[in-house]
């Protein structure tokens, strides 16, 4: 009998590679199960339906606990984007994959195409502390602009059609990261004035013929900052209202304008 035979016919290293083949296919297999938890099964693109059967390689129920008291969620849950809000929308085309044509009265608040947003927590970004991450400066005594750097406040922002939105009121800034985040502006008059957040990678400063810098929003116009989805109270954002507000400026990009939607040549 040869050296580290346990027997004639098996031997031990030959044991442990089929041991270390089994192992590594539960492994891959796990990993492929765990990795399903959201987004699967999938759907078919034409017919809306997906197959519930495939409890194979659907993971069982698994129930995390939120951070800072927000409650627990269940995964998976079967639950589809599309079962409260429909696509307001028809596809151009038969095949799987085809773009949707918008058929609202505003794509730019219907969650289609470049605006849709996913059904996020409607609760803030919380930091490790227990405090939200995005606040406004008004409410962080501790927080100022840097000495000789510029300060937003009080600054006019316009659209893309150079039409003037409104002044800046505020800045949003991540607590965490020190950097700011949203400008808040002051946009309408009278009963119809109201604040909304305007995310700063959409904006860029220029300096028009009367020499005054402004912020100038490439994604939409002048007018349209007036139906930003807003927030529920004053000094807190939502990860649902980050969502909903940045899919409204993204949106823009292709549905701000008629001309926008056409093609190119």
Known sequence: ??????????????????????????????????????????????????????WLFMPGPKTFNLPHGHGKVTAP???RDNE??????????????????????????????????ADRADVPDMAHHGVPKLQ????????SIAKGDMDPRGMRVVGHDSVIAGRVVDVWVDVGE?????????????????????????????TPRDKEKVFYVHAITGGQFA???????????????????MAYYGSGLLYSTPKRIGPKL
Do not use: H
């Not at 429909?86 to 085809?98: D, I, L, Q, Y």
């Not at 406004?136 to 927080?143: E, N």
């Not at 985040?181 to 400063?205: D, H, S, W």
């Not at 139906?227 to 507000?245: H, N, S, Y």
């Open 77 to 79: 849950n079967y639950k």
């Open 227 to 245: 139906l930003v989805p807003g927030t529920k109270k004053a000094d807190q954002v939502t990860l649902l209202e980050e969502d909903r507000i």
């Open 178 to 206: 020190q950097l700011i985040r949203y400008l808040e502006l002051e946009t309408g008059e009278g009963k119809e004035a109201r604040r909304v957040l305007v995310p700063m990678n959409f904006c860029v400063i220029k």
């Open 136 to 143: 406004p400066m008004r409410v962080l005594p501790d927080f």
């Open 1 to 54: 009998m040869e050296l580290g035979a346990i027997t004639e016919y098996v031997d031990t290293a030959q044991v442990l590679l089929y041991i270390f083949w089994g192992f590594f296919f539960a492994l891959i297999f796990y990993l492929d199960r765990e990795g399903r938890r959201e987004g699967f099964p999938m759907e078919n693109d034409r017919t809306g339906q997906y197959d519930k059967s495939a």
């Open 84 to 117: 409260l809000r429909p696509v307001p929308g028809v596809k151009t085309a038969r095949f799987s994959g085809a773009p949707y044509t918008p058929t609202g009265d505003n794509p730019m608040l219907d969650s289609i195409g470049p605006g849709s947003w």
